[in-house]
């Protein structure tokens, strides 16, 4: 157990979140594993963030947790926010009850989950997702729930256009992934003027 603690504390900061699936490649069984984790987190030495995720020191932040966990670690990306909470991150004044998430790391279909006590919506991706992807996808993903909001339509022709700069993202980009998508992402495709903000 203290030489599980040692290796944790070496190799990870305060604060930072712990994934069990890494620590998989430490020579222990996996049951071997999870009965040391729970001895450090029942005599408090590490503590549980939410499933398979494990923190000392300082308390992360839900974001910290759930983008390690669902959206990226290790130089690579397999998820991205969805609905209000990339609105938010858009700039858009929108109160959400939870952060919602898709990612290629999720077993489920769509699962709400605790973490740190607060409730993260996890949606199992049908596409997947890398780095390579991701900011076309969380774009389509917009604009398939773009009718469920009234939002002001410059602003959101500015947002758009900033997030299709930053990425660089082409009409090429866009149709070699809308087909996956449900019909209302074609017409809000259109309805909203996408084609106009692309490069």
Same mark, same amino acid.
Do not use: H
């Given at each position: ?7 944790? =504390? ?11 699936? +890494?620590? *998989?490649?430490?020579?222990? !069984?996996?049951? @071997? ?24 020191? @300082?308390?992360?932040?839900? &974001?910290?947790?759930?983008? =390690? ?13 969805? *609905? #209000? !909470? ?9 109160? !959400? ?20 006590? &607060? =409730? ?6 049908? $596409?997947?997702?890398? *780095? #390579? @992807? ?22 959101? #022709?500015? !947002? ?12 090429? +980009? $866009? ?12 017409? #809000? ?6 084609? @106009? $903000?692309?490069?």
């Amino acid at each position: 157990m203290t030489d599980l603690l040692s290796y944790i =504390k070496s190799t990870y900061k305060e604060g930072e979140p712990i994934l069990l699936k +890494d620590l *998989k490649t430490l020579d222990l !069984s996996y049951d @071997n594993l999870r009965q040391k984790l729970k001895k450090l987190t029942d005599t408090n030495l590490i503590e549980r963030a939410t499933d398979g995720i494990y923190y000392y020191g @300082n308390k992360p932040s839900v &974001e910290e947790v759930t983008k =390690k966990r669902f959206i990226t670690r290790n130089n690579a990306v397999f998820g991205y926010y969805i *609905k #209000n !909470s990339l609105l938010s991150r858009l700039g858009f004044d929108i109160a !959400s009850e939870c952060d919602e998430i898709i990612t290629n790391e999720f077993g489920a279909i769509v699962r709400d989950i605790d973490v740190l006590g &607060e =409730k993260v919506r996890v949606r199992r991706s049908k $596409i997947q997702i890398d *780095k #390579n @992807n991701f900011y076309v996808l969380q774009l389509l993903d917009l604009i398939k729930d773009l009718s469920d909001y009234e939002l002001d339509q410059d602003k959101l #022709n500015e !947002s758009l256009k900033s997030y299709v700069t930053e990425y660089k993202i082409t009409k090429d +980009d $866009i149709d070699r992934y809308i087909c996956y998508y449900p019909y209302v992402t074609f017409r #809000n495709y259109y309805k909203y003027n996408i084609e @106009n $903000i692309l490069n």
